[in-house]
């Protein structure tokens, strides 16, 4: 694999995890562009650690968030005579993560039928369209009142549950789950913060058992560089679509990223339509 074509991969990761455009969707379409390049890829550990890149991308963007709750985890492990008093806000916080991310597990499950549905572009385009009409709908809300401490069990589920539908191909993680909290009756800003918090679970539950096979698989030294550098361009990428993303949100406009899901979603169709025909 080429440095360059490490780096094109490593900001498209980045720039599609995180705006709702979904980043399974153009990973399918670079398969199909580009089939040589990508069977000379990086491999699995590439594929890892540019998902851990991205993950990066959002603790740098929420970090203060991530910090209350790493120190709320870490307060049973000191010393009686040291551990401060339980935050609050932090235990509930990290309640809703986890019911949140409890219906990823019906993702397991479907793995197979997700990997079939990766390879048909009727598929993905209709997803692609179904992402646009999401983010449409999503400028039609209410404007909700919710922040983090008043969101219920019953969001984080509901948000969960997005969230797990939208390992198909072509349904965006951040569409769907950040439209999923403005119907729940969140703030704007609270919905973006409460959808990439929960891709931190998400991220680093479905890359660290592939970071260990990847590791015994070996590793090629003369590929570290790529890697290196895909790595770098999709943090940095990521970091960036993140601060875009909250921008647009805070400013209702969510879903000025319709017309290129539904334009891509009709390319991506009508492709499949000739080429079958």
């Known amino acids: 694999m080429s440095v360059w074509f490490a780096i094109l991969l490593g900001l498209l990761q980045g720039v599609t995890e995180f705006l709702p455009v979904s980043s399974s969707a153009h990973l399918c379409l670079l398969q199909q562009l580009f089939p040589r390049q990508m069977e000379q890829g990086g491999g699995l550990l590439f594929d890892v650690l540019l998902h851990l890149a991205t993950l990066a991308a959002v603790c740098a963007a929420y970090w203060p968030e991530l910090r209350t709750l790493l120190l709320e985890l870490a307060r049973p492990l000191r010393r009686k005579e040291n551990r401060p008093p339980p935050d609050r806000s932090a235990k509930r916080l990290l309640l809703l993560l986890v019911l949140g991310t409890l219906p990823l597990a019906l993702a397991v499950l479907g793995e197979e039928w997700v990997e079939r549905l990766s390879r048909s572009g009727l598929f993905i385009g209709i997803a692609l369209i179904c992402t646009g009409l999401l983010l449409f709908l999503s400028d039609y809300l209410p404007k909700g009142r919710k922040d983090l401490g008043r969101?219920?069990?019953?969001?984080?589920?509901?948000?969960?549950?997005?969230?797990?539908?939208?390992?198909?191909?072509?349904?965006?993680?951040?569409?769907?789950?950040?439209?999923?909290?403005?119907?729940?009756?969140?703030?704007?800003?609270?919905?973006?913060?409460?959808?990439?918090?929960?891709?931190?679970?998400?991220?680093?539950?479905?890359?660290?058992?592939?970071?260990?096979?990847?590791?015994?698989?070996?590793i090629d030294p003369d590929r570290l560089p790529a890697c290196l550098l895909g790595m770098g361009a999709a943090a940095v990428s990521g970091w960036l679509s993140i601060r875009v993303l909250r921008s647009l949100t805070r400013r209702g406009r969510f879903s000025a990223f319709r017309w290129y899901c539904w334009g891509l979603g009709l390319a991506v169709i009508l492709k499949d339509i000739l080429l079958k025909g």
């Open 151 to 218: 969101m219920g069990p019953g969001d984080a589920l509901l948000i969960g549950l997005t969230q797990a539908l939208a390992v198909l191909p072509g349904l965006s993680r951040s569409g769907s789950t950040v439209t999923a909290g403005l119907a729940r009756g969140l703030d704007r800003e609270t919905a973006v913060k409460y959808s990439f918090l929960l891709s931190v679970p998400a991220i680093l539950g479905a890359n660290l058992l592939k970071l260990v096979e990847a590791v015994r698989c070996g």
